[in-house]
Nanobody, 123 residues
Framework: QVQLVESGGGLVQAGSSLRLSCAAS??????MGWFRQAPGKEREFVAA???????????EYADAVKGRFAISRDNAKNTAYLRMNSLKPEDTAVYYC???????????????WGQGTQVTVSS
């Protein structure tokens, strides 16, 4: 059974850091990504990391988080991480982990989604 479980969210002050984790089970994924959705707003892409070889990955970031967030993954643990530094109030949202199957095009839709973890950044 495929399952993505996010953790690490919380309430922090602006300028603080958090590390989100996404523990995946059920299968191996080509891409693991993070999205976020604030109340009343559309879901937006945050970051993604795609495994391109046994030891290498390609990472992408939304402009709003470039230089502040870093995505990584541990192949052995099948876990993705999102390190968020210099958090801003506008980063407040529910953060969702998502994953693509190995046979899904990297430009295609994500196949699985986690339940989300709340990140709240106060000013």
């Amino acid at each position: 059974q495929v399952q993505l479980v996010e953790s690490g969210g919380g309430l922090v002050q602006a300028g603080s850091s958090l590390r989100l984790s996404c523990a995946a089970s059920g299968r191996t994924f080509s891409t693991m990504g993070w999205f976020r959705q604030a109340p009343g707003k559309e879901r937006e892409f945050v970051a993604a990391i795609s495994r391109t070889s046994r030891y290498t990955y390609d990472a992408e970031y939304a402009d709003a988080v470039k230089g502040r967030f870093a995505i990584s993954r541990d192949n052995a643990k099948n876990t993705a991480y999102l390190r968020m530094n210099s958090l801003k109030p506008e980063d407040t949202a529910v953060y969702y982990c998502a994953a693509r199957n190995l046979d899904t095009l990297l430009t295609g839709p994500y196949d699985y989604w986690g339940q989300g973890t709340q990140v709240t950044v106060s000013s």
